[in-house]
């Protein structure tokens, strides 16, 4: 209990007082994870409608995968994307290796599955409904998928906030490709593991506040932002 009280103390203190390491660690781990959750819903919603419009003959076969790919380890991701990314892989010219982008990089991995399967979940409901009319009306297979994303969009919201929830909180991945190189990798998470690691309990929670803290005004701030509440009432 001492270490929780001493954890919320350094915590607001922290914060009230705009430290500036934990004001650097909380922007990147921001800039990190939004990148991150951006590209990830650019490929994923578009992969998630065209999964809903269109038939082929794997169409169940991938969905099923991309499913179960929801529950990739993020330390196995983390390795295959440190490999590729090493002097020594294919990609290791680019020198991506412990720098933000590789972060961003396995993030994308990570949250792309979940992103899209969610959205293909909200998207085929919709697609029901709309099904007979885009036909009727004999529109493109582009502008059904346009006209879907567009409709589904606050199904695509709940999908891109729980990307977010899980790539802010992601530390195994981060690590391996990071480093946790102090001013330029480390971010939140991997700075938690740190001080637990250093025996820093007090500091490890203030952190771990200030993340949850940050989590939490994301979330509510897009609500906020997007109108959800005023338009259409829960």
């Known amino acids: 209990m001492v270490d929780l009280w001493d954890g919320l103390a350094q915590a607001f203190w922290l914060v009230v007082t705009l430290d500036a390491e934990l004001i650097e660690i909380s922007l990147r781990s921001l800039q990190v994870t939004v990148s991150a959750v951006l590209v990830a819903a650019l490929v994923a919603m578009p992969l998630a409608a065209y999964l809903a419009v269109y038939r082929f003959r794997w169409r ?6 991309l499913n179960a790919m929801m529950g990739l380890p993020p330390v196995v991701v983390g390795l295959i994307v440190y490999v590729f990314l090493s002097r020594s892989g294919p990609l290791g010219v680019f020198g991506l290796l412990f720098t933000p982008t590789a972060m961003i990089i396995a993030q994308v991995i990570i949250v792309v599955p979940l992103i899209a399967s969610i959205a293909h979940q909200s998207i085929r409901e919709l697609w029901q409904d709309y099904h007979d009319l885009l036909i ?15 409709d589904s969009r606050r199904g695509l919201l709940t999908a891109a906030l729980a990307g977010f929830g899980r790539a802010i909180g992601e530390v195994g991945a981060i690590m391996i490709v990071g480093g946790n190189i102090d001013n330029v990798t480390r971010v939140l998470t991997t700075a938690i593991a740190l001080e637990t690691g250093k025996g820093e309990f007090a500091l490890a929670l203030a952190l771990g506040f200030v993340l949850i803290a940050l989590a939490i005004s994301v979330n509510i701030a897009i609500h906020w932002l997007s109108g959800t509440e005023r338009e259409a009432g829960w």
């Open 136 to 150: 009727s009306m004999n529109v493109t297979q582009a502008q059904k998928i346009r006209t879907l994303l567009w």
């Open 60 to 65: 169940r076969n991938v969905v099923a995968l």
